[in-house]
């Protein structure tokens, strides 16, 4: 299999196995699973199974071993929707682990169902793949995302409660309080998010967010003709369907609750480009996520475009909240950056997406926009 890929998987239960070539300096590689519901969270901390929680309670995901994680699809409870597949590396980066791979086989046979090879850098945690149900027939996907941040930072990110342990201290001291969660947190100042790494948009103790700016912004070309980025964003109910599209065609919906700043063609001046306006409360209730793309409309790829960037403001105080740098670019003329979900009434959540397509607009993107607002990301039409 190659990153993105997806295969159908025929058989009732699988055992997920990791391999890599092992020896002198090669960091220590350790399997997990997180059980995902169709928001994309655990619905409890039950739901991550690895070395210290060997077993979930339904029986369906078992660590069986450093490598191996077994899952019995037949057994899943049913509002599981993904089963993700993830490992953490101690004592380096997943850059120091040759020959990756994640081997996937029927439990029942042996059969090889699917290879996929991966490479890594400076992740000290991975997503080899996923699980996931697809019109009643349950499917691999090969993903291949690192996360700098560890396995910590890794379940974090879906929803998983992780305490970092105090450091012992050098001489006796007077019991503290234990330190809190790790993971990005608002109440921290402005977050810094990676690619597909999420953010709960509430503050402790403070009023929910009411209004938010999505700015995005480029550097314009050095020597050569502009280059004319559009930002616009897609609404979508829970089961993924386009409820508006905002873009320099049509500047405004539901009075303006959702809007467009208006249109830049060159990416001059510093800070935002392009802006667009969320009023979260005055949001239909029937809307429950927002994609925000980029688009390229005269047909240069990202390849030519420079520190591409999205940011969520809160509108009333100018305070920035979250940003997203996009470090990477492809040869491509459209881009899926964020994803904002509301998870409760009042209860938002943003996702660093930055996967590229091609498109000259906002509607070149609709079928990835949908897969992201469905959380069937990657996913073809099969």
């Not at 890794?154 to 001489?171: H, M, N, R, W, Y």
């Not at 948009?201 to 929910?208: E, F, Q, S």
């Not at 470090?327 to 959540?349: D, I, K």
């Not at 498109?359 to 990657?378: E, F, I, S, W």
Request: glycine share 12%; with cysteine; hydrophobic share 40%.
């Amino acid at each position: 299999m190659s990153k993105g890929g997806n295969v159908p998987l025929g058989a009732g239960a699988v055992r997920a196995e990791l391999s890599w070539d092992a020896g002198p300096g090669v960091p220590d590689v350790d399997c997990s699973a997180l059980l995902l519901r169709a928001d994309g969270r655990v619905g409890g901390d039950e739901d991550f199974v690895f070395f210290n929680q060997p077993h979930h309670p339904s029986g369906a995901v078992r660590h069986v071993g450093k490598d191996t994680i077994e899952v019995d699809l037949t057994a899943l409870p049913g509002d599981v929707d993904r089963v993700v597949l993830a490992a953490s590396a101690d004592g380096g980066p997943f850059g120091q682990v040759r020959g990756l791979q994640l081997v996937v086989t029927d439990t029942a046979t042996d059969a090889v169902l699917a290879v996929f090879p991966m490479t890594a850098t400076e992740e000290t945690a991975i997503v080899s793949g996923e699980l996931y149900r697809r019109n009643g027939q349950w499917k691999l996907r090969a993903v291949g995302q690192g996360y700098a941040s560890g396995l910590a930072g890794l379940a974090t990110d879906f929803g998983i409660s992780v305490e970092e342990p105090a450091p012992a201290p050098a001489t006796p001291a007077a019991p503290t309080a234990p330190p809190p969660a790790t993971g990005p947190t608002l109440d921290a100042g402005r977050v810094s998010l990676v690619k597909g790494a999420r953010v709960s948009l509430v503050k402790t103790g403070a009023p929910p967010l009411v209004e938010v700016m999505m700015g995005l912004g480029w550097d314009p070309a050095k020597r050569s003709r502009n280059i004319d980025l559009d930002a616009s964003v897609i609404a979508f109910d829970a089961g993924g369907q386009a409820l508006a599209t905002v873009w320099f065609m049509n500047r405004g919906e539901w009075n303006g609750a959702l809007r467009h700043g208006g249109d830049s063609i060159t990416g001059e001046g510093a800070g935002d480009d392009e802006q667009i306006y969320v009023d979260l409360d005055r949001l239909p209730a029937e809307v429950s996520s927002l994609v925000f793309t980029i688009t390229s409309y005269r047909g240069q790829p990202f390849t030519e475009v420079k520190n591409a960037f999205c940011r969520l403001v809160e509108a009333r105080s100018g305070a920035e909240l979250v940003r997203y740098d996009l470090s990477a670019a492809q040869p491509s003329t459209g881009v899926v950056m964020a994803v904002l979900r509301r998870l409760a009434p009042s209860r938002w959540e943003m996702q660093a997406i930055g996967e590229f397509h091609d498109g000259r607009t906002v509607k070149d993107l609709l079928g990835p926009a949908t897969r992201q607002a469905t959380g069937n990301a990657a996913n073809s039409a099969d």
